[in-house]
């Protein structure tokens, strides 16, 4: 049986990503056979497409780290033939064939069932940026963090982790001060609730300094470098960052002051490895309580598979305001 993929081939001119025919024994015989229906587009993908090594180390190879669609054919686990569910995460689309495709085949311990109230679509909508955001509030959520206690940063703003955080504090009640290299995108991210909307030029104009004035009671760091030193500087005594990217820069590059000083904590999250009864309870959370208010604005477009390529430079040059969603044929 035959089904269409994208698939991402080093060339004499590069790598280049293509619809391509492909076979169900393409994908082993290993595992749960899901026929997907939606996907997204994240950096992470675009690395990929592009022959990133340090994100899919052999090619060929279909990206892809989100998909949502039905089961298809299974041996074991906890799911039936007919089920829908969702897989993010763990090795797919990178070096395990991933969600540009209309079939994978997948570990059962991959993919948790999608949330009652949650359409599928939607649940790309949102995808690993969504879940990433969702883990990202949880873990200032343990700490205490409340709105009485001030305004939270989100740096990254535009992107899809962070628009999706912005969402998500604004619905909780918190004040929240989002951070953009975008000027264009000010009232967009306004319009997803942010309180106010600060400038990336403005908010680094005194990273060099050691320490900053208190400003966040907490912030969700979504791109790494100076703008997650910055954060830490200027957080209020006791207050938390959740670090979860890197495409300004994988380095921390700053004293310890912050942390002796002011008792600051810098939080890691991981959505990648994370054991999926974890998944399973922030995406009954996504379905529910913490559904972005008006989920249509986040989406920057719908597209098929043929038209991944014309976004894979603009999210890697910091181009792309919110989220891509993939329709498989």
């Known amino acids: 049986m035959s089904f269409q993929a994208l698939l991402t081939r080093e060339t004499e001119n590069g790598y280049q990503t293509a619809l391509e025919e492909r076979e169900l024994t393409d994908l082993g015989e290993e595992g749960v056979l899901v026929r997907v229906h939606w996907s997204s587009l994240n950096y992470k993908d675009a690395l990929s497409a592009t022959g990133n090594k340090g994100v899919t180390r052999q090619f060929p190879h279909t990206p892809g780290i989100d998909a949502v669609g039905v089961v298809e054919e299974t041996t074991d686990g906890p799911f039936s033939v007919g089920d829908t569910v969702i897989c993010t995460g763990y090795d797919l689309g990178m070096n395990t064939d991933g969600g540009y495709s209309q079939y994978i085949r997948v570990p059962a311990e991959w993919l948790v069932p999608l949330p009652e109230g949650l359409a599928p679509r939607d649940a790309m909508v949102l995808g690993t940026a969504g879940l990433t955001a969702a883990l990202c509030v949880e873990s200032l959520l343990d700490t205490g963090l409340n709105p009485d206690q001030g305004p939270v940063l989100v740096t990254g703003a535009t992107g899809g982790v962070g628009s999706i955080t912005v969402a998500i504090l604004s619905k909780l009640g918190f004040s929240v001060t989002a951070v953009s290299g975008k000027s264009e995108s000010h009232p967009w991210l306004k319009s997803l609730g942010a309180s106010e909307v600060i400038s990336r030029d403005s908010f680094l104009e005194n990273a060099g300094k050691p320490m900053l004035k208190e400003q966040w009671a907490g912030a969700v760091d979504c791109a790494g470098g100076d703008m997650l ?55 009954q959370l996504l379905a529910d309580e913490w559904m972005p208010v008006d989920l249509p604005l986040l989406e920057a477009d719908e597209v098929e ?3 991944v390529n014309a976004w894979v430079d603009k999210i890697l040059q910091g181009g792309v305001q919110g989220r891509v969603v993939v329709r498989l044929p």
Do not use: H
């Not at 030193?229 to 005594?237: F, V």
């Not at 912050?258 to 994370?274: A, H, K, Q």
């Open 229 to 283: 030193t910055t954060a830490l500087k200027s957080l209020k005594y006791g207050g938390c960052a959740a670090c979860c990217g890197l495409a300004a820069s994988p380095k921390l590059e700053m004293t310890v002051l912050p942390f002796i000083l002011r008792g600051v904590n810098l939080l890691g999250v991981d959505s990648v490895e994370l054991p999926c009864e974890i998944k399973q309870q922030m995406w």
């Open 305 to 307: 598979l043929q038209g």
